[in-house]
């Protein structure tokens, strides 16, 4: 398992699962976009507050490997790495394990950038900066 500069932890509810008790796969994105806003947060950075500037932040790529399902009642985390991939484009690198044994649920990595209010691509100042300070 990664050091990761960002962990939260979740509990599988009920209707996030199927029949069969397995966490839905379209879940795993809102407890991997949940973990984002909550990154953001504690950085001091809000979505509604890039919005008021004119930025919407956007993942504009997403690629998750699934290696085994999390099923109704499990505890489990996501960590997160941010780090920059061009001038315009960060990543998000995301793993979700189980807990408390820490076996790997999945590996997503997801890409963003930022759209300003004529809907081009712009990173905001703040973006730019928590990206140098990893």
Request: hydrophobic letters at 40%; one cysteine or more; charged letters at 30%.
């Amino acid at each position: 398992m990664k050091d990761y500069p960002f962990v939260l932890e979740f509990s599988v509810r009920d209707y996030e699962c199927d029949m069969n008790r397995h966490v839905n796969h379209a879940a795993y994105l809102n407890y991997l976009e949940h973990c984002r806003h909550e990154y953001l947060k504690s950085l001091g950075l809000g979505f509604t507050d890039f919005l008021e500037q004119g930025f919407n932040l956007i993942i504009i790529k997403a690629e998750i490997d699934y290696k085994r399902s999390l099923l109704s009642g499990e505890q489990f985390m996501v960590g997160l790495i941010m780090d920059r991939i061009s001038p315009l484009r960060f990543r998000f690198r995301q793993d979700i394990y189980s807990l408390p044994d820490k076996k790997l649920i999945l590996k997503a990595n997801l890409i963003g950038t930022a759209l300003n209010a004529k809907g081009r691509p712009e990173l905001p100042v703040e973006i730019h900066q928590a990206l140098e300070e990893r």
